[in-house]
């Protein structure tokens, strides 16, 4: 079974710029999280998709950041105009209720984002 | 409340010894407890999770213990190895498919 993918998996952008990420989930996994994870502490929910529906968006900077997931499969995560602070790693995960372990993430390598 | 506190930042153990992690949380309602390990330039993957019917999980050399009353839980690794170096996240979470809410991370080193 393939794992989630991310594209890219690094980026240096000017602080202002924008900047777009984008993850593939496992096959059949109808539950995608994007997370925010800055260096030297764990990772943040920024949101949780349910098929191609937003189920939790309460931390998501929503003036700068943008997220959606066409068709409830790929999705895309976009930050514009990007600052400082948002040099991170955003990861983005999936999960599946038809596994037997409970609400087990999968996650992906993430993308390393520096803002200079 | 939504909260996870976890100790140490860091942990060095000399292998073989017993490397232990712990948690706490303030939201009751959290009923998923999850550990997740990390090694650098990679997502984290899931270790053992426990649910709060019960007080202990073991799986291989990884053992999670559950104090529900305190609203504590902790993972032992057993035989740590250096292979075992890595970064280590408690999570907890409050239904199936909510988030996840992490601690800090603890960086377990691992000396042959």
């Known amino acids: 079974e393939a794992g989630v993918a991310q594209s890219p998996r690094y980026k240096i952008i000017e602080k202002r710029q924008s900047v777009a990420f984008w993850c593939n989930p496992i096959s059949g996994h109808a539950t995608l999280y994007w997370y925010q994870q800055i260096l030297g502490q764990g990772p943040k929910l920024l949101i949780q998709?349910?098929?191609?529906?937003?189920?939790?968006d309460s931390q998501l900077p929503k003036d700068r950041f943008s997220a959606e997931r066409l068709k409830g499969v790929d999705s895309t995560l976009k930050i514009q105009p990007a600052k400082l602070e948002d040099s991170a790693v955003y990861l983005c995960?999936?999960?599946?209720?038809?596994?037997?372990?409970?609400?087990?993430?999968?996650f992906g390598p993430g993308t390393r984002l520096t803002v200079l | 409340q939504q909260q996870v506190k976890q100790s140490p930042q860091s942990l060095i153990v000399q292998k073989g010894g017993i490397s232990i992690i712990n948690c706490a949380y303030e939201?009751?309602?959290?009923?998923?407890f999850p550990w997740y390990q990390q090694f650098p330039g990679k997502g984290p993957a899931l270790l053992i999770a426990i649910r709060p019917d019960v007080s202990e999980k073991k799986e291989g050399r990884f053992t999670i213990s559950f104090n529900k009353s305190a609203k504590q839980f902790s993972l032992h690794i057993m035989d740590s190895q250096p292979g075992d170096s890595a970064t280590y996240f408690c999570?907890?979470?409050?239904?199936?498919?909510?988030?996840?809410?992490f601690g800090e991370g603890t960086q377990l080193t691992v000396n042959p």
């Open positions: 939201n009751t309602a959290f009923d998923y």
């Open positions: 995960a999936s999960s599946s209720f038809r596994k037997k372990l409970y609400n087990e993430q999968f």
């Open positions: 999570a907890a979470s409050r239904a199936s498919g909510s988030r996840l809410t």
């Open positions: 998709f349910q098929n191609n529906g937003v189920v939790d």
